[in-house]
């Protein structure tokens, strides 16, 4: 009897040959998350937080060093997370960006051998009699499988028409591998669980399911194939687009064969110029088909990093297009029903418009906010943020003075840290397909500014749903008009809650107010507890010596507690 994805990704089911695999990862996830919970939660409220911020920069860099040791040296789904942070470029800091940028050219390859064993298993046949060559050496070696070029016997290359191919082949062992880290981070997500701060914004051990879910399909190529060949039909008529073709009678669940369409990588700067192609070209047209994907298909490639997308020259009288991105790797693929697609067109075409207020309704509607979240100071944040910020490249944000983003956030940081935001299911492929555009098209062109691909394709959705939009805007007018109609009564409500004194009002800077009261008082009870913790350590010691000097050592904290915020106080 075969088990359940959960009984075999059960620590109990880990073997004794990866359970040193298992521990290796929740040691690291631990200590990592530990020290976060110090650095990040602990010494703020202990009035420390320029301390905690002064170290940031190298306690990342430092977690960056030894994840990027972790990944290579486990590989498998270390991998992939790995990938997944060195591609938020928006949101992560280049201290953990750059150093794992590039993590999946490091994965060493299988021996052929081994390979060999694997493949004609699959297969049923020796290699020598299923392909006409095979190159012993890998051209590309990945986290779950590795790819070979090979030429197809003369049967097969008049059924296909194909000659020359790939055979992309699994690592031996990964299904064992990758159950060993689905265990690891669903005991981590599990611990993130019980975290509030962590909890109330995100199911972490739903994205761990999520990604479970994208992994185990992942390790599946007949499901690879069958996504391959969905995408070729979505994107047939469009000359941007090449997609390679399957050899179905050389495929199964751990063989893949497919078409050799090996051309430039898109992030292979110095070959596109001289192949005469401006990279800052590609990135507009990679945009507008990512695009494409997750606001008008609802059908996506979740996994767009630069290994998987190649540029491939082509005569211009032929496809009506110098060039055409060829996509690979379709075995992360992902989809969005038709309401959260709706809800992404908005809010895509809100983003456009720089409407805050439309903004904040579209992520209500997808469900990144709960439905009881007060969104009218965030509404005001986002109007703000558009009027100062909206339109701006990555590049020129980095040029804003800072000292305006920390004015920005001194003024909304409080508005958008209490509200309840949150993570719906199946966002964690849209949000890793996003970020991967991002990152790409930022290095075809630093400079590039990805509102010059929003707006002409937020403009397209307009005219696509005109009928839609005239239907909201007659709404609106309706509801204006009741609004009108009920003036008179609320304003008379709000005269009478004046007069009896019962308005609440929202003041984030009066809070801040009590915030530097409240660290007052810790200042005593700061030195309070440097004070016992002293005499305690050296009555102690006499018998002691070890406990003695911890109690000493640990008194230290509540001392630079109070040095902290006896400075904040005045």
Request: glycine share 6%; net charge positive; charged share 20%.
């Given at each position: 009897?075969?088990?359940?994805?959960?009984?075999?990704?059960?620590?109990?089911?880990?073997?004794?040959?990866?359970?040193?695999?298992?521990?290796?990862?929740?040691?690291?996830?631990?200590?990592?998350?530990?020290?976060?919970?110090?650095?990040?939660?602990?010494?703020?409220?202990?009035?420390?937080?320029?301390?905690?911020?002064?170290?940031?920069?190298?306690?990342?860099?430092?977690?960056?060093?030894r994840?990027?040791?972790?990944?290579?040296?486990?590989?498998?789904?270390?991998i992939?997370?790995?990938?997944?942070?060195s591609?938020?470029?928006?949101?992560?800091?280049?201290?953990?960006?750059e150093?794992?940028?590039?993590?999946?050219?490091?994965?060493?390859?299988?021996?052929?051998?081994?390979?060999?064993?694997?493949?004609?298993?699959?297969?049923?046949?020796?290699?020598e009699?299923?392909?006409?060559?095979?190159?012993?050496?890998?051209?590309?070696?990945?986290?779950?499988?590795?790819?070979?070029?090979?030429?197809?016997?003369?049967?097969?290359?008049?059924?296909?028409?194909?000659?020359?191919?790939?055979?992309?082949?699994?690592?031996?062992?990964?299904?064992?591998?990758?159950?060993?880290?689905?265990?690891?981070?669903?005991?981590?997500?599990?611990?993130?669980?019980?975290?509030?701060?962590?909890?109330?914004?995100?199911?972490a051990?739903?994205?761990?399911?999520?990604?479970?879910?994208?992994?185990?399909?992942?390790?599946?190529?007949?499901?690879e194939?069958?996504n391959?060949?969905?995408?070729?039909?979505e994107?047939?008529?469009d000359?941007?687009?090449?997609?390679?073709?399957?050899?179905?009678?050389?495929?199964?669940?751990?063989?893949?064969?497919?078409?050799?369409?090996?051309?430039?990588?898109?992030?292979?700067?110095?070959?596109?110029?001289?192949?005469?192609?401006?990279?800052?070209?590609?990135?507009?047209?990679?945009?507008?088909?990512?695009?494409?994907?997750?606001?008008?298909?609802?059908?996506?490639?979740?996994?767009?990093?630069?290994?998987n997308i190649?540029?491939t020259?082509?005569?211009?009288?032929?496809?009506g297009?110098?060039?055409?991105?060829?996509?690979?790797?379709?075995?992360?693929?992902?989809?969005?029903?038709?309401?959260?697609?709706?809800?992404?067109?908005?809010?895509?075409?809100?983003?456009?418009?720089?409407?805050g207020?439309?903004?904040?309704?579209?992520?209500?509607?997808?469900?990144?906010?709960?439905?009881?979240?007060?969104t009218?100071?965030?509404?005001?944040?986002?109007?703000?943020?558009?009027?100062?910020?909206?339109?701006?490249?990555?590049a020129?944000?980095?040029?804003?003075?800072?000292?305006?983003?920390?004015?920005?956030?001194?003024?909304?940081?409080?508005?958008?840290?209490?509200?309840?935001?949150?993570?719906?299911?199946?966002?964690?492929?849209?949000?890793?397909?996003?970020?991967?555009?991002?990152?790409v098209?930022?290095?075809?062109?630093?400079?590039?500014?990805?509102?010059?691909?929003?707006?002409?394709?937020?403009?397209?959705?307009?005219?696509?749903?005109?009928?839609?939009?005239?239907?909201?805007?007659?709404t609106?007018?309706?509801?204006?008009?009741?609004?009108?109609f009920r003036?008179?009564?609320?304003?008379?409500?709000?005269?009478?809650?004046?007069?009896?004194?019962?308005?609440?009002?929202?003041?984030?800077?009066?809070?801040?107010?009590?915030?530097?009261?409240?660290?007052?008082?810790?200042?005593?009870?700061?030195?309070?507890?440097?004070?016992?913790l002293?005499?305690?350590?050296?009555?102690?010691?006499?018998?002691?010596?070890?406990?003695?000097?911890?109690?000493?050592?640990?008194?230290?904290?509540?001392?630079?507690?109070?040095?902290?915020?006896?400075?904040?106080?005045?």
């Open positions: 009897m075969t088990p359940s994805r959960a009984e075999r990704a059960d620590p109990v089911h880990v073997t004794p040959n990866t359970r040193a695999r298992y521990r290796r990862i929740l040691r690291f996830a631990a200590w990592h998350l530990t020290l976060t919970w110090w650095f990040e939660l602990v010494l703020p409220r202990l009035g420390m937080a320029r301390m905690a911020n002064r170290s940031r920069p190298k306690r990342m860099r430092r977690f960056a060093q994840f990027h040791v972790l990944a290579v040296e486990l590989g498998g789904l270390m992939k997370v790995g990938q997944f942070m591609s938020r470029l928006d949101v992560l800091p280049p201290e953990i960006t150093e794992l940028e590039g993590l999946q050219d490091e994965v060493p390859p299988v021996l052929f051998p081994a390979i060999r064993i694997l493949a004609e298993t699959q297969l049923g046949a020796p290699l009699s299923v392909f006409a060559w095979v190159d012993q050496t890998p051209i590309a070696a990945a986290s779950l499988g590795q790819v070979h070029r090979a030429h197809l016997l003369p049967n097969d290359i008049a059924d296909t028409g194909l000659n020359n191919v790939v055979v992309k082949v699994q690592r031996p062992g990964i299904s064992d591998i990758v159950d060993v880290d689905l265990a690891a981070l669903r005991k981590v997500g599990g611990w993130l669980s019980h975290i509030r701060l962590v909890s109330k914004r995100v199911n051990p739903a994205l761990v399911e999520e990604f479970a879910t994208t992994s185990l399909q992942e390790i599946d190529y007949l499901h194939a069958a391959l060949e969905r995408f070729a039909t994107f047939a008529d000359a941007r687009v090449l997609v390679p073709g399957v050899v179905w009678e050389r495929t199964t669940r751990q063989v893949l064969t497919l078409e050799d369409v090996t051309a430039i990588k898109i992030t292979d700067l110095p070959a596109l110029r001289s192949a005469g192609i401006d990279p800052a070209q590609i990135a507009p047209v990679f945009a507008s088909i990512m695009f494409d994907q997750l606001f008008t298909l609802g059908f996506f490639h979740a996994d767009p990093h630069p290994g190649f540029l020259p082509v005569p211009t009288a032929a496809a297009h110098p060039w055409k991105l060829t996509f690979v790797d379709f075995g992360m693929m992902g989809e969005v029903p038709p309401a959260t697609r709706s809800g992404l067109r908005k809010l895509l075409i809100a983003a456009a418009a720089r409407d207020k439309g903004l904040v309704a579209a992520i209500s509607n997808i469900g990144v906010l709960v439905p009881s979240a007060n009218a100071e965030l509404e005001r944040a986002m109007t703000q943020l558009f009027a100062r910020f909206g339109g701006m490249g990555f020129e944000l980095r040029e804003v003075d800072p000292r305006e983003f920390r004015d920005f956030a001194a003024e909304f940081g409080d508005v958008v840290r209490s509200l309840p935001f949150q993570l719906p299911e199946n966002f964690l492929l849209i949000i890793r397909a996003m970020s991967l555009t991002s990152g098209c930022s290095s075809l062109n630093p400079r590039f500014n990805l509102w010059d691909s929003v707006e002409p394709y937020a403009a397209q959705l307009l005219r696509e749903e005109r009928g839609n939009i005239v239907k909201d805007v007659a609106q007018m309706l509801d204006a008009a009741a609004g009108t003036l008179p009564k609320r304003l008379d409500g709000l005269l009478a809650s004046l007069e009896d004194g019962s308005i609440s009002v929202t003041n984030p800077r009066l809070e801040r107010q009590m915030v530097r009261m409240n660290r007052m008082l810790r200042l005593g009870v700061g030195a309070v507890i440097f004070g016992a002293l005499i305690s350590g050296s009555a102690v010691r006499a018998d002691d010596l070890v406990l003695g000097s911890v109690l000493m050592g640990v008194s230290v904290v509540p001392l630079v507690f109070g040095f902290w915020a006896g400075r904040r106080r005045r």
